[in-house]
């Protein structure tokens, strides 16, 4: 019998055909395919610190694998790890106590928000995001089989939502919204007002919130303020947080959520049919980020000050070229930027031309549903960024005459 060598075409399944990649990641593979090429490419459009995980959270994952932490745990984390954080977060909430059965750990924050998605979220329901908003949300909420809604920022503040803007995008089908600050792209944060507003509207229309705070330790105007500070209950409250950003723990994989615990449970066997637990040395090393709080403190204030520092230095690169709007960052570690002219075309046009010219690499705004912006990521050398924002900056200059 011969046997036919001709290969059969792969068509994907409705589950996953109208998923795009991630813009984000797309940019820095191409970085680093022109890196590979010789070409000295700046890359500003990663979105994690350019910083060492702190000693002392490296320290003790290697004390916990030397310990025996190298085998499976509890779904939902394990037990001391889940503890703290309950602890932490029921420091910011007036209620009853928030208990270590209301808290899943898993592979990451982006995890954690795909879990309450799916479990949320079903075939006709709507969920509203505000926009520009971190891309993933997007996918997340249609992989559930729900409908995303963007609903547009206010330009004047921003770029950030208001009460008002989402009860506008509302119908009787909305049943939940997707809330993140500091922001991604933007770097905007919302003031306890603007939260307040927004958390009273959905407690009135019984929607569920997904809170996404893993930027909140890294702001420049002092401690943003959380939904646990300001939700007047708890019932329809997720949040989502992890180690990612603030502890510089990108590549270690952890991520919570905090919920009822009827939701907590739901996710959790969830999660025991896709990944299980999360890593066993790493749920250890988030131990350490969140329990050795004079270390952790000493090592985000310097992070923090740093990117500070780097944002005060773009902000005055920008201001430098005429006609060019950007929002004022004032947490995170992202610009965002309008780049769109006559002459240079949209976000897309000009993150082409400034890799493929200039040698930086930024994320197009179209990935954030705002085709006339980009996103440029603060969260590289000093040096490397003023160089990367001054070469967009000329870049913008020769498009807009």
């Known amino acids: 019998m011969t046997e036919t060598t001709t290969s059969r075409a792969f068509t994907p399944s ?22 590979a090429q010789g070409r000295k ?89 505000p926009t520009p ?8 909420v249609a992989l559930s089989r729900a409908t995303a809604v963007p609903v547009m920022g206010d330009a004047t ?33 919302y003031s306890a007002d603007e939260l307040r507003d927004i958390l009273d509207l959905a407690d009135e229309r019984d929607w569920w919130v997904l809170s996404d705070e893993i930027y909140r330790r890294i702001s420049y105007t002092g401690p943003p303020a ?8 708890r019932d329809r409250l997720i949040v989502i947080d992890g180690v990612a950003k603030a502890y510089a723990m990108t590549g270690w994989r952890i991520g919570w959520a905090v919920s009822p615990k009827a939701v907590s449970a739901a996710m959790g066997a969830l999660q ?34 740093e990117f500070q520092g780097r944002r005060d ?16 960052p004032e947490g995170a570690f992202y610009l965002y930027a309008r780049v769109a002219t006559p002459r240079g075309g949209d976000g897309t046009a000009f993150a082409a031309a400034l890799l493929e010219q200039r040698e930086i690499a930024v994320v197009p705004g179209a990935a954030f549903f705002t085709p006339d912006w980009v996103r440029v990521s603060y969260a590289a050398p000093r040096e490397q960024v003023i160089a990367g924002v001054r070469a967009m900056v000329e870049l913008y200059a020769s498009f807009a005459g």
């Open 226 to 233: 959380s939904v646990l500070d300001l939700a007047p209950r």
């Open 313 to 328: 230095a773009v902000v005055r690169e920008m201001r430098a070229a005429p006609g060019l709007e950007f929002v004022f």
């Open 14 to 35: 409705a589950n996953v055909a109208f998923l795009k990649e991630s813009a984000t990641i797309a940019v820095s593979a191409r970085a680093r395919a022109l890196k």
């Open 133 to 140: 908003s971190w891309t993933s949300y997007y996918e997340m």
């Open 41 to 129: 490419v700046i890359d500003l459009g990663a979105g994690e610190p350019d910083f060492d995980t702190p000693e002392f959270i490296r320290r003790a994952g290697q004390r916990a694998i030397d310990a025996g932490a190298t085998k499976y745990t509890a779904t939902e984390g394990i037990m001391p790890l889940r503890e703290a954080i309950a602890s932490q977060t029921s420091a910011r909430w007036k209620g009853a106590p928030i208990t270590a059965g209301e808290v899943v750990v898993s592979s990451g924050s982006k995890q954690s928000l795909f879990n309450a998605c799916f479990t949320l979220f079903g075939e006709g329901d709507e969920v509203l995001i």
């Open 272 to 305: 025991s049919h896709t990944t299980s637990n999360a890593a066993a040395v790493s749920q250890h090393a988030a131990l350490a980020a969140l329990t050795d709080t004079a270390a952790a403190e000493t090592a985000i204030t310097k992070m923090v000050a």
């Open 157 to 189: 503040r921003g770029l950030k939502v208001t009460a008002a803007l989402l009860e506008a995008s509302a119908t009787a089908r909305t049943r939940g919204l997707m809330l993140n600050s500091p922001c991604n792209p933007t770097g905007a944060v």
